[in-house]
Protein backbone atom coordinates (compact mmCIF):
# COMPACT_ATOMS: atom_id res chain seq x y z
CA UNK A 1 0.00 0.00 0.00
CA UNK A 2 1.76 3.24 -1.00
CA UNK A 3 -0.82 5.71 0.92
CA UNK A 4 -3.22 6.60 -2.44
CA UNK A 5 -6.54 4.94 -3.08
CA UNK A 6 -8.27 5.01 -6.19
CA UNK A 7 -11.82 4.00 -6.65
CA UNK A 8 -12.64 2.14 -9.04
CA UNK A 9 -10.64 0.04 -9.79
CA UNK A 10 -12.44 -1.38 -12.67
CA UNK A 11 -14.96 0.63 -14.78
CA UNK A 12 -17.03 0.08 -17.99
CA UNK A 13 -18.77 2.70 -19.42
CA UNK A 14 -20.66 3.19 -22.78
CA UNK A 15 -20.00 6.60 -24.86
CA UNK A 16 -22.58 8.18 -23.86
CA UNK A 17 -22.33 7.78 -19.79
CA UNK A 18 -20.94 10.36 -17.01
CA UNK A 19 -18.63 8.93 -14.45
CA UNK A 20 -16.03 10.11 -11.97
CA UNK A 21 -12.93 8.47 -10.83
CA UNK A 22 -11.97 9.10 -7.26
CA UNK A 23 -8.44 9.43 -5.84
CA UNK A 24 -7.69 9.78 -1.84
CA UNK A 25 -3.77 10.03 -0.61
CA UNK A 26 -3.39 9.63 3.24
CA UNK A 27 0.22 10.90 3.20
CA UNK A 28 0.21 14.96 3.34
CA UNK A 29 0.99 15.91 0.37
CA UNK A 30 -0.33 19.02 -1.50
CA UNK A 31 0.38 18.24 -5.55
CA UNK A 32 -1.89 15.57 -7.03
CA UNK A 33 -1.77 14.28 -10.54
CA UNK A 34 -3.73 12.50 -13.11
CA UNK A 35 -1.90 10.02 -15.62
CA UNK A 36 -3.09 8.12 -18.60
CA UNK A 37 -1.26 4.81 -19.62
CA UNK A 38 -2.45 3.03 -22.82
CA UNK A 39 -1.60 0.21 -24.03
CA UNK A 40 2.16 0.32 -25.91
CA UNK A 41 2.55 3.66 -24.74
CA UNK A 42 4.53 5.84 -22.46
CA UNK A 43 3.07 7.04 -19.04
CA UNK A 44 1.02 10.03 -20.03
CA UNK A 45 0.32 13.34 -17.76
CA UNK A 46 -3.08 14.78 -17.92
CA UNK A 47 -3.44 17.24 -14.72
CA UNK A 48 -1.34 18.36 -12.16
CA UNK A 49 -2.86 20.29 -8.62
CA UNK A 50 -0.85 22.18 -6.84
CA UNK A 51 -2.24 22.99 -3.13
CA UNK A 52 -5.79 22.64 -4.97
CA UNK A 53 -4.77 24.54 -7.93
CA UNK A 54 -4.59 23.55 -11.10
CA UNK A 55 -1.01 24.12 -12.81
CA UNK A 56 -0.99 21.84 -15.51
CA UNK A 57 -2.94 21.03 -18.52
CA UNK A 58 -1.22 18.61 -20.95
CA UNK A 59 -3.63 19.32 -24.49
CA UNK A 60 -6.56 16.96 -22.44
CA UNK A 61 -9.60 16.51 -24.23
CA UNK A 62 -12.78 18.78 -22.74
CA UNK A 63 -14.57 15.30 -22.24
CA UNK A 64 -11.94 14.66 -19.17
CA UNK A 65 -12.54 17.38 -16.27
CA UNK A 66 -10.86 17.39 -13.24
CA UNK A 67 -11.69 18.83 -9.74
CA UNK A 68 -9.91 19.03 -6.09
CA UNK A 69 -12.03 19.96 -3.64
CA UNK A 70 -9.35 19.77 -1.25
CA UNK A 71 -4.98 18.16 -1.10
CA UNK A 72 -6.34 15.21 -0.24
CA UNK A 73 -8.95 14.16 -2.90
CA UNK A 74 -9.11 14.07 -6.78
CA UNK A 75 -11.65 13.64 -8.91
CA UNK A 76 -11.83 13.00 -12.99
CA UNK A 77 -14.86 13.57 -14.49
CA UNK A 78 -15.90 11.36 -17.88
CA UNK A 79 -18.30 12.16 -20.29
CA UNK A 80 -19.03 11.28 -23.79
CA UNK A 81 -15.73 9.18 -23.76
CA UNK A 82 -14.18 7.39 -27.14
CA UNK A 83 -13.35 3.87 -27.17
CA UNK A 84 -9.55 5.00 -27.90
CA UNK A 85 -10.10 6.50 -24.27
CA UNK A 86 -9.90 2.77 -22.84
CA UNK A 87 -6.64 2.75 -20.39
CA UNK A 88 -5.48 2.50 -16.91
CA UNK A 89 -5.87 5.83 -15.41
CA UNK A 90 -3.04 6.27 -12.91
CA UNK A 91 -3.41 8.88 -9.82
CA UNK A 92 -0.12 10.47 -7.77
CA UNK A 93 0.49 12.55 -4.86
CA UNK A 94 3.84 14.11 -3.63
CA UNK A 95 5.19 16.62 -1.62
CA UNK A 96 6.51 19.95 -2.27
CA UNK A 97 7.55 22.79 -0.77
CA UNK A 98 7.14 26.68 -2.51
CA UNK A 99 7.94 27.07 -6.16
CA UNK A 100 10.44 23.81 -6.02
CA UNK A 101 11.62 21.08 -3.67
CA UNK A 102 9.43 18.83 -5.66
CA UNK A 103 9.71 15.46 -4.08
CA UNK A 104 9.27 11.40 -5.14
CA UNK A 105 5.35 10.95 -6.65
CA UNK A 106 3.60 7.73 -4.94
CA UNK A 107 1.34 6.27 -7.27
CA UNK A 108 -2.47 4.70 -6.87
CA UNK A 109 -3.02 1.13 -7.77
CA UNK A 110 -5.19 3.42 -10.93
CA UNK A 111 -8.66 2.29 -12.56
CA UNK A 112 -8.92 0.25 -15.43
CA UNK A 113 -11.46 2.50 -17.35
CA UNK A 114 -13.26 0.47 -20.65
CA UNK A 115 -15.17 2.37 -23.24
CA UNK A 116 -17.68 0.55 -25.07
CA UNK B 1 10.75 18.67 -26.04
CA UNK B 2 12.26 15.98 -23.71
CA UNK B 3 11.99 12.66 -24.83
CA UNK B 4 13.16 9.64 -22.64
CA UNK B 5 13.85 6.02 -23.93
CA UNK B 6 14.81 2.76 -22.24
CA UNK B 7 16.60 -0.13 -23.49
CA UNK B 8 16.43 -2.71 -23.78
CA UNK B 9 12.58 -3.07 -24.34
CA UNK B 10 12.30 -6.34 -22.03
CA UNK B 11 14.92 -8.66 -20.58
CA UNK B 12 14.95 -12.37 -19.35
CA UNK B 13 17.46 -13.73 -17.04
CA UNK B 14 18.15 -16.37 -14.82
CA UNK B 15 17.95 -16.00 -11.07
CA UNK B 16 21.22 -14.86 -9.63
CA UNK B 17 22.32 -12.66 -12.37
CA UNK B 18 23.41 -9.40 -11.74
CA UNK B 19 21.84 -6.53 -14.44
CA UNK B 20 21.67 -3.36 -15.89
CA UNK B 21 18.51 -1.37 -16.97
CA UNK B 22 18.87 1.60 -19.34
CA UNK B 23 17.58 5.28 -19.32
CA UNK B 24 17.87 8.08 -21.78
CA UNK B 25 17.23 11.52 -22.05
CA UNK B 26 17.57 14.39 -24.96
CA UNK B 27 17.68 17.29 -22.52
CA UNK B 28 20.16 17.73 -19.58
CA UNK B 29 17.96 19.99 -18.02
CA UNK B 30 16.36 17.78 -15.06
CA UNK B 31 15.61 18.60 -11.15
CA UNK B 32 15.23 14.86 -10.95
CA UNK B 33 15.01 11.48 -11.58
CA UNK B 34 12.93 8.72 -10.14
CA UNK B 35 12.55 5.03 -10.80
CA UNK B 36 9.58 2.91 -10.49
CA UNK B 37 8.72 -0.60 -11.31
CA UNK B 38 5.03 -1.55 -11.94
CA UNK B 39 3.78 -5.14 -11.73
CA UNK B 40 1.13 -6.00 -14.67
CA UNK B 41 -2.21 -4.24 -14.06
CA UNK B 42 -1.05 -2.29 -11.13
CA UNK B 43 0.43 1.34 -10.32
CA UNK B 44 3.81 1.68 -9.91
CA UNK B 45 5.72 1.84 -6.88
CA UNK B 46 8.75 4.41 -6.45
CA UNK B 47 12.31 2.40 -5.93
CA UNK B 48 14.80 5.54 -5.91
CA UNK B 49 14.95 9.33 -6.50
CA UNK B 50 18.08 10.89 -7.77
CA UNK B 51 17.96 14.96 -7.65
CA UNK B 52 19.90 16.31 -9.99
CA UNK B 53 22.63 17.17 -7.78
CA UNK B 54 23.70 13.66 -6.88
CA UNK B 55 25.04 11.18 -9.16
CA UNK B 56 23.54 7.89 -7.06
CA UNK B 57 21.35 6.17 -4.84
CA UNK B 58 21.30 2.88 -3.42
CA UNK B 59 18.34 0.63 -1.90
CA UNK B 60 19.44 -3.05 -0.47
CA UNK B 61 20.06 -4.53 -4.51
CA UNK B 62 19.01 -1.54 -5.91
CA UNK B 63 22.24 1.18 -6.89
CA UNK B 64 20.57 3.69 -9.59
CA UNK B 65 23.41 6.37 -11.43
CA UNK B 66 22.89 9.69 -13.43
CA UNK B 67 24.76 11.26 -15.69
CA UNK B 68 23.45 14.78 -16.69
CA UNK B 69 25.89 15.59 -19.26
CA UNK B 70 25.57 12.50 -21.08
CA UNK B 71 21.56 12.46 -20.61
CA UNK B 72 22.01 8.37 -19.21
CA UNK B 73 20.49 7.37 -15.77
CA UNK B 74 21.37 3.11 -14.99
CA UNK B 75 19.42 0.68 -12.41
CA UNK B 76 21.60 -1.75 -10.83
CA UNK B 77 20.14 -4.87 -9.96
CA UNK B 78 22.40 -6.93 -7.73
CA UNK B 79 21.32 -10.79 -7.75
CA UNK B 80 18.54 -11.16 -9.20
CA UNK B 81 15.00 -12.74 -8.23
CA UNK B 82 11.89 -14.23 -9.94
CA UNK B 83 10.40 -11.22 -7.42
CA UNK B 84 11.85 -8.53 -9.23
CA UNK B 85 10.26 -9.43 -12.51
CA UNK B 86 8.07 -6.55 -13.34
CA UNK B 87 8.27 -3.47 -16.20
CA UNK B 88 10.79 -0.76 -14.71
CA UNK B 89 10.10 3.26 -15.40
CA UNK B 90 12.24 5.93 -15.38
CA UNK B 91 10.56 9.22 -15.11
CA UNK B 92 12.29 12.77 -15.32
CA UNK B 93 11.00 15.68 -13.03
CA UNK B 94 12.39 18.99 -15.88
CA UNK B 95 13.28 21.62 -13.69
CA UNK B 96 12.81 22.87 -10.26
CA UNK B 97 9.31 24.42 -11.49
CA UNK B 98 7.20 22.31 -13.37
CA UNK B 99 6.01 19.05 -12.82
CA UNK B 100 5.44 17.92 -16.33
CA UNK B 101 7.19 14.55 -15.40
CA UNK B 102 7.74 12.75 -18.66
CA UNK B 103 8.08 8.58 -18.39
CA UNK B 104 10.07 5.89 -20.55
CA UNK B 105 8.50 3.62 -22.26
CA UNK B 106 10.08 0.81 -19.48
CA UNK B 107 11.98 -2.12 -19.59
CA UNK B 108 9.86 -5.35 -18.90
CA UNK B 109 12.12 -7.96 -17.00
CA UNK B 110 11.33 -11.42 -16.38
CA UNK B 111 13.75 -13.90 -13.90
CA UNK B 112 13.66 -16.77 -14.74
CA UNK B 113 13.93 -19.35 -11.75
Known amino acids: ETGVTQTPRHLVMGMTNKKSLKCEQH?????MYWYKQSAKKPLELMFVYNFKEQTENNSVPSRFSPECPNSSHLFLHLHTLQPEDSALYLC???????????????FGPGTRLTVT | KQEVTQIPAALSVPEGENLVLNCSFTDSAIYNLQWFRQDPGKGLTSLLLIQSSQREQTSGRLNASLDKSSGRSTLYIAASQPGDSATYLC????????????FGPGTRLSVLP
Open chain 1, 27 to 31: LGHNA
Open chain 1, 92 to 106: ASSLRQGAGSIYEQY
Open chain 2, 91 to 102: ALSPDNYGQNFV
